[in-house]
């Protein structure tokens, strides 16, 4: 990001200051003006950073953290950015499986998650809410995801994701998925208890331990994502 | 008097203590469980139970003699018939038959005008008949839908009330009451029931200025709503708090809190004191909350209880804390070092009672054994 000019510049802070209007302003004209779409994409990556260093350091909140989702949405449906995405869109860092546990129906925390991850590029297979553990197993099993994410508000999640891991592990399959559980109420002791690999309290640690699975899994070499 | 009724007086004098701001024999205890909670406790099913109200004295029966409380440890007011009656999509079961509020929007982002000239016709007009679909149609269809549903409402709630009554005087619990009225800060009510957490998020970044003529058009009707039959300095409305931990506090200085604070002036002022739920994080905030009337009830879910009982212990009545996920995890010494933790914090100087930080919501969030044990510990040793 050296030698960025006047335009970049005022773009990423835009971003950064999640000025919904002028940010799609600005990205469709450096587009028409023949702005690399991937470039583009740096850009607006850069200001989501610097909003991600602002969350971290608790000058932005998560209702700011639902508009940068919003405007980074915005941003990937411009005309230009959807024509460039299509044709190469397989470029995926990783599959995630996500879902409400059964018993609960809250879908905030689970469609922001959802959303920071498909900005980070991942392809996201969304199951809804009150998800009974034999889906999460049937669509594993259609879809082979890298991770399965299992969110929950309520406190009596912690046993229904416990039953969820214990299906997986009773199908032989528990080895070959990354589990990490979501929500508030989660603790180191609760994760372990579940048999989860991971937990967040908060959406994007949960994108970080996502992108720390998929860079070791690249690494290793051991899942094959083409 | 019998000794049922004299332990009612030193209950209800635990509790007027700690209001009149004099040290209480010991330290009172407040701890309540879902209708969810007491009726798999009682081994019976959640959705017939939840539907044959009547069922509900028996099982409310067996939390009062299992759990030590000052005060009636149970209090359930949202119950499946009457939603259902109204065909509501802002409380709806989920398939383990539990009772959830999800994501609504009753009102339209371009909406906002109409609710700032006449929040209470746009409820009645646009609001409702979006989050009631048994109101969305002609006049008299609705007009019998709601006839049906208040019906439901007050025979459910007269149940429960007799309920109510009858352990009270069965167990001898104390006199005063943290529920007798029910309200939202104006911001949580706009949030909650008109545009929901992600469009409230985004609102208050792309029409700033209507939310903030919203949230001031619905505080005549919050705080209408927060008013009790009676004033009382002993009985308290309660007010679950919601959306401030997850603002900025430069948005949370402009949309939440000065109409929220009218609120609670507003109330007291009527003389009726608030019982705040101070759910997730409110510590950046604690100087915010010492500004509120005095004898403010405030229990915490989440923080440092060493810095609120500094700041705030002087003035307000400070709750909550215990970590219900500890009573899942903990093995009985943790659990009841915890208590002692808390009780060393805060319980010096009074204006303080023992509660969770939050309620226990199934049977399955905490064992049993523990919960009891913590409590029957508090009840045992936290003398003055």
Redesign the interface.
């Known amino acids: 990001m050296k030698d960025l000019g006047k335009k970049e510049r005022l773009l990423i802070r835009l971003v950064e200051q ?1 000025d ?1 209007e002028n940010v799609v302003k600005l990205a469709d004209e450096l587009l028409n003006d023949g702005m690399d779409p991937l470039y583009l994409l740096d850009l607006v990556n850069e200001g989501m950073n610097r909003v991600g260093k602002l969350y971290e350091c ?7 953290l ?2 940068a989702g ?1 405007i980074f949405k915005q941003v990937l449906e411009l005309d230009k950015m959807t024509t460039h995405f299509y044709v190469k869109h397989n470029n995926k860092i990783g599959k995630v499986l996500l879902g409400t546990v ?7 925390g689970k ?1 922001i998650f959802r959303g920071m991850l498909e900005a980070n590029g991942f392809e996201v297979i969304d199951l809804g ?2 998800v ?1 553990k034999e889906l999460f197993l049937k669509k594993y099993e259609e879809y082979k995801p890298d991770i399965l994410g299992l969110s929950g508000v ?3 999640t ?2 229904t994701m416990k039953e969820v891991v214990d299906a997986f592990v009773e199908a032989g399959v528990r080895d070959k998925v990354k589990i990490i559980v979501g929500g ?2 989660l ?1 180191e ?2 994760c372990k ?1 579940i048999g989860a690999d991971n937990f967040a309290n908060d959406a994007s640690v949960g994108v970080k331990v996502c992108k720390e699975w998929m860079n070791g899994i690249k690494e290793q070499g051991v899942i094959d994502n083409g | 008097m019998t000794d049922v009724m004299a332990l009612a007086r030193e209950r209800t004098q635990l509790f007027r203590d700690v209001i009149d701001g004099n040290i209480p024999k010991r330290v009172p205890i407040f701890v309540s469980f879902s209708i969810e909670f007491a009726i798999q406790y009682a081994g019976k099913n959640l959705m017939e139970a939840q539907w044959d109200t009547g069922q509900l004295e028996e099982i409310f029966d067996q939390i009062c003699r299992d759990f030590y409380s000052d005060l009636l440890p149970v209090n359930a007011f949202r119950f499946p018939s009457f939603y259902r009656l109204l065909g509501a999509r802002n409380f709806v079961m989920s398939s383990n038959g539990f009772l959830q509020h999800p994501e609504v929007e009753g009102l339209l982002q371009e909406e906002y005008d109409d609710f700032i000239a006449s929040p209470y016709n746009c409820i009645i007009e646009k609001i409702l008949p979006r989050i009631y679909t048994e109101l969305d149609t002609d006049a008299s269809t609705k007009a019998l839908a709601l006839a049906k549903a208040f019906k439901a409402f007050h025979d459910e709630m007269g149940t429960a009330i007799m309920i109510y009554g009858r352990l009270n005087q069965k167990y001898g619990y104390g006199d005063v009451n943290f529920f007798a009225g029910f309200t939202e800060a104006p911001f949580d009510f706009i949030s909650d029931q008109l545009r929901g957490f992600k469009g409230i998020s985004t609102d208050i970044r792309r029409v700033p200025d209507k939310v903030e003529a919203a949230v001031e058009a619905a505080t005549p009707l919050m705080i209408k709503a927060g008013m009790q039959p009676f004033p009382s300095k002993y009985n308290a409305t309660f007010i679950p708090l919601h959306m401030a931990p997850f603002m900025r506090t430069k948005d949370f200085e402009r949309f939440y809190w000065p109409t929220f604070k009218k609120l609670v002036e507003a109330l007291a002022e009527a003389g009726h004191p608030s019982n705040l739920f101070v759910e997730h994080d409110w510590m950046r905030y604690l100087d915010y909350l010492y500004e509120l009337p005095e004898n403010t009830i405030m229990r915490f879910e989440y923080g440092d209880p060493k810095l609120v009982k500094e700041k705030l212990g002087k003035k307000h009545i400070i709750a909550g804390f215990y970590p219900v996920s500890l009573l899942k995890t903990g093995t009985k010494q943790q659990c009841i070092d915890k208590a002692k933790e808390l009780l060393d914090i805060l319980a010096p100087g009074g204006r303080y009672y023992f509660d969770f930080d939050k309620v226990p919501i199934t049977l399955d969030s905490v064992n049993v054994e523990n919960a009891r044990a913590v409590l029957e510990y508090v009840a045992a040793n936290a003398n003055y």
Do not use: R
Not at chain 1, 58 to 64: F, L
Not at chain 1, 102 to 108: A, F, L, R, S, V
């Open positions: 999640l919904e608790k000058d932005y909140y998560i209702a700011d639902i508009m919003l059964k018993g609960d129906i809250h879908d905030i469609d809410v009150d009974p309520l406190t009596n912690v046993d508030n109420h603790t002791e609760i208890f």
